[in-house]
């Protein structure tokens, strides 16, 4: 509580010297997450707090770093892990960022997507997660620090200098089923469902798990999202020029501006991204954008089979061996 009220205080005081004028709506949902934080982090009131913590602009990272420290204090004071249990997280993360059986298969209808895709975009550099290199214990340990190179080994090499770059790898990305019979990603889930439980029960029915590409693009220059749009229908016209394409906005905190791509009537997006926002640890005046490109709708329009997604359990991937 004493945090918060000294934010009012500070905010109020500001502005009795002609300071920026405080914003009392932030103020009051970022002291609701500070007090719901201690009734747990899987409480009811922890989950509409952070509901509304998530729509602010921009999001209170800070405080959420915060949070999420203290929640996590005890285990990550018992890191480094076990080698076994470590050993089975690698091998599960592994197996999301790669290409799956289908999409390796140049003769799957998934597989000649993924294929047409980087066909298509010359200028974009293969590059593939490798676990097997990251030292999971520690990148887990500095998680919540805020330092700006606690993720750096998951990214391209040179990403963090003022160099240009483009980035495409693959991955498998979780999509819910949601009740209208659209594919959602996790976080429309959460800002969609009135409860905690209503949001566990239907990722717990809807789950699935797409083959998917990442596209990562770094440049100097101003980026905007109609140069994202642009990129899209670019491949569209070069890969499935008959089908219809629309586009509409797409809102998720890391981005500045984002938006989701359908291919005709298809309830799976054929992509989602947008334009970051300040990437922590880049130069100033270099900005990035990201793009996830979701293969079965591309797959299914290349080649006129229906393509499904996979079922999904998070405790049955884990579970599974290399």
């Not at 004028?21 to 970022?30: A, G, S, T």
């Not at 990603?185 to 809807?206: P, V, W, Y």
């Not at 906005?249 to 309830?267: F, K, S, T």
Request: glycine share 6%; with cysteine; aromatic share 6%.
């Amino acid at each position: 509580m004493h945090d918060g009220r000294q934010r009012l205080r500070d905010a109020a005081e500001q502005i009795l010297k002609g300071a920026k004028p405080m914003n009392v709506r932030r103020e009051q949902i970022l002291q609701q997450l500070q007090d719901a934080s201690k009734e747990g982090i899987q409480s009811e009131t922890f989950f509409q707090a952070m509901r509304q913590a998530l729509s602010l602009r921009p999001v209170p990272n800070d405080l959420l770093r915060k949070v999420m420290q203290k929640h996590w204090a005890k285990k990550l004071k018992k890191l480094p892990m076990e080698p076994e249990k470590e050993r089975k997280l690698c091998d599960g993360l592994g197996r999301i960022y790669s290409a799956s059986e289908r999409a390796r298969d140049p003769n799957h209808p998934v597989g000649a997507a993924a294929n047409a895709i980087r066909a298509a975009l010359p200028e974009f550099q293969q590059w593939q997660l490798d676990w097997s290199e990251i030292d999971i214990s520690e990148m887990t340990r500095h998680m919540f620090d805020g330092k700006a190179d606690a993720f750096s080994s998951m990214m391209p090499p040179g990403f963090n200098t003022d160099a240009p770059g483009a980035y495409i790898s693959s991955l498998r990305a979780l999509l819910i089923l949601d009740k209208d019979g659209l594919l959602r990603t996790s976080f429309e889930i959460m800002q969609n469902k009135d409860t905690r439980g209503a949001m566990l029960s239907q990722i717990e029915q809807g789950a699935r798990l797409s083959d998917a590409m990442s596209l990562l693009l770094k440049r100097a220059e101003p980026l905007e999202l109609r140069a994202i749009e642009e990129l899209l229908r670019r491949l569209s016209n070069a890969i499935v020029p008959n089908t219809p394409v629309s586009f509409s906005p797409y809102d998720e905190p890391r981005y500045r501006a984002g938006l989701r791509m359908q291919l005709g009537d298809n309830p799976v997006p054929a992509a989602i991204g947008g334009v970051q926002n300040s990437w922590p640890g880049l130069p100033d005046g270099i900005n990035v954008a990201s793009i996830h490109i979701y293969l079965e709708p591309w797959a299914a329009a290349q080649s006129g089979e229906a393509v499904e997604l996979a079922d999904f359990s998070l405790s049955d991937f884990l579970k599974k061996e290399g």
